[in-house]
């Protein structure tokens, strides 16, 4: 059974710092990996998309890796902003079924970026 | 392009009444899935449909029906409502092939009372 789990749950940070944020998978097999951001209330905001055969992928000031052999994925925030708080969720397709659009989403880390 | 759309964006309802959410997706896109967002669970999958076929189903009672149109509109249907859910439901569109990146809709939040 795939378990997807995100550290730290929450973090607060000064403006201009840069941060990661850590997601975790137990089943290494995975299609992809997918990073979204959620603003209170709203629905998910898709940031970036990391293939299995990828090791990176960037997005302005958002960088994300993917260590499928460990298990791991990082978002990497640069420069951060006030405009970055939200939550930031990782979901990954379940294996089985058919096209793999059964995502299975991490605990999210509730991001707080003060002036 | 337009994103995905969700209707209505707001729900109350009360306990046994049954209700329906419209997903439109991404033009272009075959695939919508649907997810219940919880405090408590989080984000859970529901089901999936493809060219108006259920695809990928999650682990909901049967209460909770959906189909898709033959221009890839979606709706989700949850029958006897339970105080339990009470939730923001959300759409997500894909091509449904290839690298299958999910685009999420603002959801609908409903509160059964």
């Known amino acids: 059974k795939q378990e997807v789990t995100q550290i730290p749950a929450a973090l607060s940070v000064p403006e201009g710092e840069n941060l990661v944020l850590n997601c975790s998978f137990t089943?290494?097999?995975?299609?992809?990996l997918q990073w979204f951001r959620q603003d209170p209330g709203k629905g998910l905001t898709s940031l970036l998309l990391?293939?299995?055969?990828?090791r990176e992928q960037t997005s302005g000031r958002l960088n994300a890796s993917l260590d499928k052999s460990s298990g791991r994925s990082t978002l990497y925030i640069a420069a951060s902003q006030p405009g970055d708080s939200a939550t930031y969720l990782c979901?990954?397709?379940?294996?089985?079924?058919?096209?793999?659009?059964?995502?299975?989403f991490g605990t999210g880390t509730r991001l707080l970026v003060s002036p | 392009k337009a994103g995905v759309t969700q209707t209505p964006r707001y729900l109350i309802k009360t306990r046994g009444q049954q209700v329906t959410l419209s997903c439109s997706p991404i033009?272009?896109?075959?695939?919508v899935s649907w997810y219940q967002q919880t405090p408590g669970q989080g984000l859970q999958f529901l089901f999936e449909?493809?060219?108006?076929?259920?695809?990928n189903k999650g682990n909901f009672p049967g209460r909770f029906s959906g189909r898709q149109f033959s221009n890839s509109r979606s709706e989700m249907n949850v029958s006897t409502l339970e105080l339990g859910d009470s939730a923001l439901y959300l759409c997500?569109?894909?091509?449904?092939?290839?690298?299958?990146?999910?685009?999420f809709g603002p959801g609908t939040r409903l509160t059964v009372l």
């Open positions: 449909y493809f060219s108006e076929t259920q695809r």
């Open positions: 089943d290494s097999a995975i299609y992809n």
């Open positions: 033009s272009g896109h075959r695939s």
């Open positions: 979901a990954v397709p379940l294996p089985g079924g058919t096209g793999f659009q059964k995502l299975v």
């Open positions: 990391i293939q299995s055969s990828q």
């Open positions: 997500a569109s894909s091509a449904g092939t290839g690298d299958n990146e999910q685009f």
